[in-house]
């Protein structure tokens, strides 16, 4: 008998909570008592009731109805919860609730979210930037070299990982100058270089040791001298 219970108990089924709703439901203006009628309400649906009156929740929950219906009517208001036109399987009209305005304002939510720290984290390698710059020149930046790096980044579009890399190419040329520097990005950016990778390829290119220069040929005798050596190729 108790094994049948229990099995009945089981039979029930479960409520699916989100756990980025758990996460987030202070931020998107919900109290705790809106989260649990929000989670009475996906329960009744899954139990086929679409339309749960303040009664009914009110049955599950330690709030009386009136205060209920009050916590329904702020979701309704606040977005989170919304009203759609239902037929039903004899072909009755009427009303059900819907949960849809909660999930599409939780994405909204979590994708502004995740702008803002995207922001924040430009803005700390942009700061960071900044401070490479000083450390290879050993001086504070003037104004005209901060406004410079300023205009690489919003007018030319580069990202600061670009400029750093533009940066340790003028370190390794041996030529630590905002002139040469922006004449890198100025290429790389004519040539499509977008990456770190190909930022590196690229400048690999430009870094090849030279091929050992070709012995002069000398004239022998009396008049020896010194004939350089003609590439026909570049001819």
């Not at 009475?40 to 749960?52: A, C, I, R």
């Amino acid at each position: 008998m108790e094994k049948k219970k229990v099995a009945e108990w089981l039979a029930q089924g479960s409520v699916v909570v989100p756990k980025l709703l758990l996460n987030h439901y202070k931020r998107l203006g919900l109290s705790e008592g809106e989260l649990v009628l929000l989670l009475h309400m996906q329960s009744f649906f899954e139990e086929g009731v679409v339309f749960p009156t303040p009664a009914e929740l009110a049955e599950k929950m330690t709030v009386p109805a009136a205060e209920c219906m009050e916590m329904v009517r702020r979701l309704l208001q606040k977005g989170m919860v919304g009203i759609e036109e239902h037929t039903d399987e004899r072909g009755v009209r009427g009303e059900k609730y819907t949960l849809e305005p909660l999930w599409e304002q939780l994405v909204h939510h979590l994708y502004a979210q995740a702008a803002k720290d995207g922001q924040i984290g430009q803005q700390e390698e942009e700061e960071s930037l900044y401070t490479i710059f000083e450390q290879e020149f050993g001086r504070p930046l003037s104004p005209f070299e901060c406004e410079t790096l300023s205009m690489w980044i919003d007018q030319d579009g580069h990202e600061p990982a670009i400029i750093k890399a533009a940066l340790r190419e003028a370190v390794l040329s041996g030529k630590l100058n905002f002139r040469y520097i922006d004449r890198i990005l100025f290429e790389w950016k004519k040539n499509g270089i977008r990456t770190i990778e190909q930022a590196h390829d690229y400048g690999k290119k430009f870094r090849k040791p030279k091929p050992p220069a070709r012995p002069e040929k000398q004239a022998t005798g009396e008049f020896q001298q010194t004939i350089p050596f003609f590439n026909w190729l570049d001819s």
